[in-house]
């Protein structure tokens, strides 16, 4: 009995190590349970992580000629000075916490033309910024600084422009294959090569050369470029924005219709031909990607009166597009309503045409069909411009600016549906 006593005493103590084994069984247990509770759709301790498929595209999803409106603002308002972002946007008209504001913001961020965030209390101009912005500044000195900011500071656009600086532009279909290598997922990459057009097109690198648009080098385009100071910088700037029908009208979804406004005419007439080839040559291609149903006055299917069935067009769609081409009085007459509610709306219009004093202050696509030649050779161009400045529409909503909005901003509209039954208004 006393050696067994003696023995037992001898031993090492580890009574602690059942409670810890129990205790690691437990844990196990309980992240077992967890993850079983996440299986079948019960909310688990785990933090849901970010939707798989969602990225962030590798640039700034508007165009340099956008985004330099906060830039210019700064030099306008704030003499280039860094300035007070509430006090920023007061100047310019605008609520500082509105999605527009804040696009603006994270747009010229991106560029490189401005450092301040959303929430910051001061917003600046970086170097590049001044120099693209600076109204004392030679015109060479200020595209060769948004050329640095605009494309060669933004890798997959310089990728393109490297790629194809003093040759003639391939498809755009083409071009997205190449952006594979720049690292550009597949779903960015119609939008990646619409906004480089535009940007190109801006800084005057694309020519039409021998019936095919070329993308000259930047030193070729200074060339061509006036020595003296660069233009004065707008009053006002600002982020200026710009299929069958389906016969059940008491049942129109107007939620992804695009509504053209259009100098039709008779069969066979100019303005008709001229019509047809923007509806569908520019911007039936340009919004390929969009899943927007594109709907012009006459291509209307439901019986009724037309005059009618085009107010409710102009009140209801999600988008409208204004050709202003041929000063057409029906195409403003419809426009004026459409500016009044102050929904999503993109202004185009011939070369030929001057824009009228109203909308000069406000982006406006200009279509130059005066050489059938060149016109075939730019269509890729002005297909991204339509599909850019569509997405800049859509981005503001109701924020965005036409004469209306801006000038009277006390303005409310109130819009009753149609129809009780009516979908998306």
Do not use: W
Not at 138 to 150: D, K, N
Not at 226 to 242: H, I, M, Q, S, V
Request: charged fraction near 25%; aromatic fraction near 4%.
């Amino acid at each position: 009995m006393a050696d067994t006593e003696t023995a037992l005493q001898d031993q090492p103590a580890s009574a602690p190590k059942k409670p810890k084994a129990r205790r690691k069984r437990t844990r196990a247990t309980k992240r077992g349970t967890a993850k079983k509770r996440s299986k079948s759709g019960k909310p688990s301790r785990k933090a849901p992580g970010p939707q798989k498929g969602t990225t962030v595209p590798p640039f700034p999803r508007a165009t340099i000629e956008a985004a330099l409106a906060l830039a210019e603002a700064i030099q306008v308002h704030g003499a280039g000075q860094r300035i007070r972002r509430l006090t920023l946007f007061e100047k310019m008209g605008k609520s500082p916490e509105s999605s527009t504001s804040r696009m603006m913001i994270t747009n010229s961020s991106r560029y490189g033309l401005t450092t301040g965030s959303n929430q910051a209390e001061f917003i600046e101009l970086t170097e590049p910024g001044q120099r693209a912005t600076s109204p004392d500044l030679p015109a060479s000195e200020r595209v060769q600084a948004r050329f640095e900011t605009g494309i060669k500071g933004v890798a997959p656009f310089n990728a393109l422009y490297e790629a194809y600086k003093g040759k003639r532009l391939p498809s755009p279909e083409v071009m997205r294959d190449a952006l594979e290598e720049a690292g550009v997922a597949e779903p960015h990459r119609k939008e990646c090569v619409d906004l480089f057009l535009e940007n190109a097109k801006y800084l005057g690198l694309l020519r039409t050369i021998a019936g095919a648009q070329r993308l000259v080098p930047l030193e070729q385009a200074l060339e061509n470029l006036p020595e003296g100071a660069a233009a004065p910088l707008p009053d006002k700037p600002g982020f200026r924005l710009p299929t069958p029908v389906k016969a059940e009208r008491a049942r129109r979804s107007y939620k992804n219709v695009c509504f053209v406004i259009a100098p039709i005419g008779d069969e066979g007439s100019e303005p008709r031909k001229h019509s047809d080839m923007v509806l569908e040559s520019l911007i039936e291609r340009a919004l390929e990607d969009q899943d927007m149903e594109v709907i012009r006055a006459d291509k209307i299917g439901d019986p009724g009166m037309i005059s009618g069935q085009v107010i409710e067009h102009l009140l209801n769609a999600k988008l409208v597009i204004a050709d202003l081409s041929f000063h057409n009085p029906n195409v403003f007459y419809e426009l004026a309503i459409r500016h009044m509610i102050g929904l999503p709306t993109v202004h185009l219009i011939r070369r030929a045409d001057v824009v009228p004093f109203d909308l000069k202050d406000f982006r406006t696509i200009h279509i130059d069909t005066a050489d059938k030649y060149e016109l075939v050779a730019k269509l890729d161009t002005y297909r991204a411009e339509i599909a850019n400045h569509v997405r800049m529409a859509l981005s503001a909503g109701s924020e965005g600016a036409n004469p209306v909005t801006t000038f009277a901003r006390g303005l409310a509209v109130s819009v009753k549906p149609a129809t009780s039954t009516d979908e998306g208004t």
